[in-house]
T-cell receptor, first 112, second 112 residues
Framework: QQQVKQSPQSLIVQKGGISIINCAYE??????FPWYQQFPGKGPALLIA?????SEKKEGRFTISFNKSAKQFSLHIMDSQPGDSATYFC???????????FGDGTTLTVKP | KAGVTQTPRYLIKTRGQQVTLSCSPI?????VSWYQQTPGQGLQFLFE???????NKGNFPGRFSGRQFSNSRSEMNVSTLELGDSALYLC???????????FGSGTQLSVL
């Protein structure tokens, strides 16, 4: 019940297009949903996060959409750029649980 | 503010040996978590320390252990190394482990 399922595994988008990555969770006790971006040779870096009392959060070109009833959340990258090419991980955590549960990652390639 | 520092960056060991990895968290962060990242298993939670106490532990064998010092620096130890222990070991610091995680660049461990 701790699993977070992420799709797709890989994604190729043209420059200027919209990248969409989806995640689904099962544990309804999760109350913090971050997205991390990882470049080769680096650790993951927090990109944007949302709590379940909000259905959408936008920061620049990055938007999280959250559907509590469906237990799903997604990352939208608008006007995708080659510099956005990286691996993206969704995660979920529960206050007091002391850990984050990560999806398996999506490798995004933005073609110029 | 300096980020999370992990040393060494790369390690090559042989089966049966032991290894110690080090992590210096962001100043002021008392929570340090360790994750194992492999291509097949994604990011798996190892354990979390807060104020020198292990608060949470993942599903790893007892060969994996850790500790945290009074200055919040943490070490992770793996004894009797196996080939399957080859992975990127990531340390993350946070104010509290269930929220924003700040990752180091990791230690790439290769077991031959």
């Amino acid at each position: 019940q701790q699993q977070v399922k992420q799709s797709p595994q890989s994604l190729i988008v043209q420059k200027g297009g919209i990248s969409i990555i989806n995640c689904a969770y099962e544990n309804t006790a999760f109350d913090y949903f971050p997205w991390y971006q990882q470049f080769p040779g680096k650790g993951p870096a927090l990109l944007i996060a949302i709590r379940p009392d909000v259905s959408e959060k936008k920061e620049g070109r990055f938007t999280i959409s959250f559907n509590k009833s469906a237990k799903q959340f997604s990352l939208h990258i608008m006007d995708s750029q080659p510099g956005d090419s990286a691996t993206y991980f969704c995660a979920a955590s529960e206050e007091g649980a002391g850990k984050s549960t990560f999806g398996d990652g999506t490798t995004l390639t933005v073609k110029p | 503010k300096a980020g999370v520092t992990q040393t060494p960056r790369y390690l090559i060991k042989t089966r049966g040996q032991q290894v110690t990895l080090s992590c210096s968290p962001i100043s002021g962060h008392r929570s340090v978590s360790w994750y194992q990242q492999t291509p097949g298993q994604g990011l798996q939670f190892l354990f979390e320390y807060f104020s020198e106490t292990q608060r949470n532990k993942g599903n790893f064998p007892g060969r994996f252990s850790g500790r945290q010092f009074s200055n919040s620096r943490s070490e992770m130890n793996v004894s009797t190394l196996e080939l399957g222990d080859s992975a990127l070991y990531l340390c993350a610091s946070s104010l509290d482990s269930w929220e924003k995680l700040f990752f180091g660049s990791g230690t790439q461990l290769s077991v031959l």
